[in-house]
């Protein structure tokens, strides 16, 4: 082989890799290129997504606002069961003296 013959070969060589190059690096952009409908489609569903953790932090804040004034309503009802439920053991117990006293009298 002699000198001309081996710098067209290597020209040859250096093309076919440059094509090669060239065909690699317009692949890659032609399958990993995002349209702008696919920005706009990912700008929506974005938006959507933050509207939805709004809406889900205001449920969350408006049940336990909720679960608070329950929990305070059965405080309440709770201590008002326990204060009607010692009356009416009050009322048990002087019923009861009553009865005795009234049983007495009548003995007598």
């Not at 067209?8 to 440059?18: G, K």
């Given at each position: 082989m002699d000198r001309t013959e081996f710098v067209i070969?290597?020209?040859?060589?250096?093309f076919v890799a440059f094509c090669l190059g060239w065909f690699a690096n317009w692949l890659v952009h032609r399958f990993t290129r995002v349209s702008q409908a696919d920005m706009d489609q990912?700008?929506?569903?974005?938006?959507?997504l933050h509207e939805a953790e709004e809406t889900r932090d205001q449920a969350i804040t408006y049940l336990q606002q909720r679960e608070a004034e329950l929990t305070n309503q059965l405080a309440q009802t709770e201590a008002e069961l326990a204060a009607a439920m010692e009356g009416l053991?009050?009322?048990?117990?002087?019923?009861?003296?009553m009865r005795v006293y009234v049983e007495r009298i009548s003995a007598s």
């Amino acid at each position: 082989m002699d000198r001309t013959e081996f710098v067209i070969t290597t020209a040859i060589i250096l093309f076919v890799a440059f094509c090669l190059g060239w065909f690699a690096n317009w692949l890659v952009h032609r399958f990993t290129r995002v349209s702008q409908a696919d920005m706009d489609q990912l700008e929506r569903m974005s938006q959507e997504l933050h509207e939805a953790e709004e809406t889900r932090d205001q449920a969350i804040t408006y049940l336990q606002q909720r679960e608070a004034e329950l929990t305070n309503q059965l405080a309440q009802t709770e201590a008002e069961l326990a204060a009607a439920m010692e009356g009416l053991r009050d009322a048990r117990h002087e019923a009861e003296e009553m009865r005795v006293y009234v049983e007495r009298i009548s003995a007598s």
